[in-house]
T-cell receptor, first 112, second 116 residues
């Protein structure tokens, strides 16, 4: 099946630092979504991107839909302890599919 | 709105037993999905439904069955539990607005299943 390569797999940062993570694919996607999963919880939608080149912010989070439609990145500025969790990217393939393809996640640890 | 709810939260099954994982949503969403999440892995789609009475297989459907008799409910059935089905199961839903599918999926809290 289709695969999304998400990197890095894990990050250990100090509180206050900025964070950047990305997803790439060999396939074109129509939509990119970024989710956060807290321990023991379901994923929660952070940002949805629908157009190539689109740059969208949600508080301290900023995500971009790559121009080639094969990648997306998520930035977190001035990290805080509650940013800890696993961040997943997800993409929707062209052709009107209702299905999403998920990356394997980036596990973020923030040291106070 | 409660959003997407799942029951039970935890369950331990013996090999060969069967059970149904329940999922309900109160957002009037057309589309519903079942995923499994194994440690260190992303979410893998088991089954999905685009409306009441319509279901289709995802990436990993073997060993599972679903039904969608109402818009609100989408139960997942395990007939003969196997250790390989030990996982965390998530239900999700999404909607269609003005003829356009809204791809944002909203997830339930998950069911943690252990098969021993």
């Amino acid at each position: 099946g289709q695969q999304l390569n998400q990197s890095p797999q894990s990050m250990f940062i100090q509180e206050g630092e900025d964070v950047s993570m990305n997803c790439t694919s060999s396939s074109i996607f129509n939509t990119w979504l970024w989710y956060k999963q807290d321990p023991g919880e379901g994923p929660v939608l952070l940002i949805a991107l629908y157009k190539a080149g689109e740059l969208t912010s949600n508080g301290r989070l900023t995500a971009q839909f790559g121009i080639t439609r094969k990648d997306s990145f998520l930035n977190i500025s001035a990290s805080i302890p509650s940013d800890v969790g696993i961040y997943f990217c997800a993409g929707q393939l062209p052709g009107g599919s209702e299905k999403l393809v998920f990356g394997k996640g980036t596990k973020l640890t923030v040291n106070p | 709105n409660a959003g997407v709810t799942q029951t039970p939260k935890f369950r331990i099954l013996k090999i060969g037993q069967s059970m149904t994982l329940q999922c309900a949503q109160d957002m009037n969403h057309n589309y519903m999905y079942w995923y499994r999440q194994d440690p260190g892995m992303g979410l893998k789609l088991i089954y999905y439904s685009v409306g009441a009475g319509i279901t289709d297989k995802g990436e990993v459907p073997n060993g599972y069955n679903v039904s969608r008799s109402t818009t609100e409910d989408f139960p997942l059935r395990l007939e003969l539990a196997a250790p390989s089905q030990t996982s965390v199961y998530f239900c999700a839903s999404s909607s269609r607005t003005s003829g356009r599918v809204v791809y944002e999926q909203y997830f339930g809290p998950g069911t943690r299943l252990t098969v021993t």
